[in-house]
T-cell receptor, first 115, second 116 residues
């Protein structure tokens, strides 16, 4: 089955620890995205990548880092510099076609809780 | 920068009735797309409907339709014959029309409850 997988579904972290959230897609999509969801805040963009070995900061990149070494993988590291990391994290991907519109497909999300 | 505003944090509707969710946006772009996404309790994001800004005709998908007012920068979602399965968070979203892939800009969401 083609799709986007995020692991783990639930993640607990102690304050001061870095943690990496996994996002993998087998849709052969070029672009991948990380969004953060907080209650009453909607989804906000953390980072996105349009091609391998390249990525851009979103609106709330501080305290986060990413890598894009493979087309199918876009892991997100939440560092100890992120002041309030408890949130729901969604990964998405989209193809790069000749047209302007490319639908974004979302993974099931990871709930991160800082203890 | 683009912004998307959803002024109704919560709404409720009786089963089989019609409900309209509001969305306004601000942009200096001429070409863009607008979307409504549904997020049920499973938290999986589901695309409900898409509108291209260059199209005057309002998009429809079965029981879901939009009222797109480009000059007013308004993009409301109408759900007809509401069903219990429509209970979810609904997000309005904006995407610039560019070659390549651009991120979505989301509103804060409206929590819709369908009551039996």
């Amino acid at each position: 089955d083609g799709g986007i997988t995020q692991s783990p579904k639930y993640l607990f972290r102690k304050e001061g620890q870095n943690v990496t959230l996994s996002c993998e897609q087998n849709l052969n999509h070029d672009a991948m995205y990380w969004y953060r969801q907080d209650p009453g805040q909607g989804l906000r963009l953390i980072y996105y990548s349009q091609i391998v070995n390249d990525f851009q900061k979103g609106d709330i990149a501080e305290g986060y880092s990413v890598s894009r070494e493979k087309k199918e993988s876009f892991p997100l590291t939440v560092t100890s510099a992120q002041k309030n990391p408890t949130a729901f994290y969604l990964c998405a991907s989209s193809p790069l076609t000749g047209g302007f519109y490319n639908e974004q497909f979302f993974g099931p999300g990871t709930r991160l809780t800082v203890l | 920068a683009q912004t998307v505003t959803q002024s109704q944090p919560e709404m409720s509707v009786q089963e089989a009735e019609t409900v309209t969710l509001s969305c306004t946006y601000d942009t200096s772009e001429s070409n863009y797309y607008l979307f409504w996404y549904k997020q049920p309790p499973s938290r999986q994001m589901i695309l409900v409907i898409r509108q291209e800004a260059y199209k005057q005709q309002n998009a429809t998908e079965n029981r879901f339709s939009v009222n797109f007012q480009k000059a007013a920068k308004s993009f409301s979602l109408k759900i007809s014959d509401s069903q219990l399965g429509d209970t979810a968070m609904y997000f309005c979203a904006f995407m610039k029309q560019e070659s390549g892939n651009t991120p979505l800009v989301f509103g804060k969401g409206t929590r819709l409850s369908v009551i039996a």
